[in-house]
Nanobody
Framework: QVQLVESGGGLVQAGGSLRLSCAASGRTFSSVAMGWFRQAPGKEREFVAAIRWTIGKIEYGDSVKGRFTISGDNARKTVYLQMNTLKPEDTAVYYC????????????????WGQGTQVTVSS
């Protein structure tokens, strides 16, 4: 069984920064990508960022480009999300995810999920 554990969420004022961390544990698995999604109340789960290990490419959702930075280590199965210039609309539960099939920005195509960590940005 693969487990993803996130940490680093919290409450921050608009304009502030937070750093999320995620580590995978359990049986050995090969992931095509690891990344982050978020879900605000009443909204669908939204793609935030991902590292595509197999081709060495990083992708971001349009709403976070220029403000968020993803990094990670495939060998250690860890991924991080540095979030700067946070806005109230960034408030959501942030989920770490891993994909071991064909890469996609659609959440239903991802195979493993963390429990989520709350990020709240006050205005």
């Amino acid at each position: 069984q693969v487990q993803l554990v996130e940490s680093g969420g919290g409450l921050v004022q608009a304009g502030g920064s937070l750093r999320l961390s995620c580590a995978a544990s359990g049986r050995t698995f090969s992931s095509v990508a690891m990344g982050w999604f978020r879900q605000a109340p009443g909204k669908e789960r939204e793609f935030v960022a991902a590292i595509r290990w197999t081709i060495g490419k990083i992708e971001y959702g349009d709403s976070v480009k220029g403000r968020f930075t993803i990094s990670g280590d495939n060998a250690r199965k860890t991924v991080y999300l540095q979030m700067n210039t946070l806005k109230p609309e960034d408030t959501a539960v942030y989920y770490c995810a891993a994909n071991n099939r064909a890469y996609s920005t659609y959440s239903y195509r991802w195979d493993y999920w963390g429990q989520g960590t709350q990020v709240t940005v006050s205005s």
